[in-house]
Antibody, heavy 118, light 111 residues
């Protein structure tokens, strides 16, 4: 079974750093792009960016370029999303998903809730 | 790059058919057959329902179908059931620097 399992919920203070993870299994992790999607409370889905674990080629949405860093460690089939200095506005659910060549996402991870509050 | 435009809500009675529209531009929906649809129940991760405009993944009910005309894609749910009550999002590749854009989302209510 193809599966993406994300790390658990996080509660952080403004200014702190954070790295959340997404571990793939059941398929060749290096052969598919992994995307990250933000969903702020009560809001819709926002595409953040993607990484190809095979060579770490990374693309960002302009809205998120410079705000987050996407990386991957293919030796452990894991992709990451990280912040160097969190803001309250980063409070959201973050999903990873396997991206296919015709730009659809399947499957999705279960989501990681990030709460940033002083 | 703005989000694709969807109606905020659509409702129907059990057994009826409903259609959700997703309007973009020639740079996204109209320019590529890379439109997909996702169902999201409260507190759950999105689930792929349609890909490449009209293809259904294995395991998804054939009550769900997709189509496209010009810059507007559509998701039709026939034989509406209580379990179809959820939020639905369209998504498309875009030639802009954004690369991918989601729709604004539609809440489907089964009356």
């Amino acid at each position: 079974e193809v599966q993406l399992v994300q790390s658990g919920a996080e509660v952080k203070k403004p200014g702190e750093s954070l790295k959340i993870s997404c571990k793939g299994s059941g398929y060749s992790f290096t052969s598919y792009w992994i995307g990250w999607v933000r969903q702020m409370p009560g809001k819709g889905l926002e595409w953040m960016g993607i990484i190809y674990p095979g060579d770490s080629d990374t693309r960002y949405s302009p809205s998120f370029q410079g705000q987050v860093t996407i990386s991957a460690d293919k030796s452990i089939s894991t992709a990451y999303l990280q912040w160097s200095s969190l803001k309250a506005s980063d409070t959201a659910m973050y999903y990873c998903a396997r991206q296919h060549s015709s730009w659809y996402f399947d499957p999705w991870g279960q989501g990681t809730l990030v709460t940033v509050s002083s | 790059q703005s989000a694709l435009t969807q109606p905020a809500s659509v409702s129907g009675s059990p057994g009826q058919s409903i259609t959700i529209s997703c309007t973009g531009t020639s740079s996204d929906v109209g320019g590529y057959n890379y439109v997909s649809w996702y169902q999201q129940h409260p507190g759950k991760a999105p689930k792929l329902m349609i890909y490449d405009v009209s293809n259904r993944p294995s395991g998804v009910s054939n009550r769900f179908s997709g189509s496209k005309s010009g810059n507007t894609a559509s998701l039709t749910i026939s034989g509406l059931q209580a379990e179809d009550e959820a939020d639905y999002y369209c998504s498309s590749y875009t030639s802009s620097s954004t690369l991918n854009v989601f729709g604004t989302g539609t809440k489907v209510t089964v009356l």
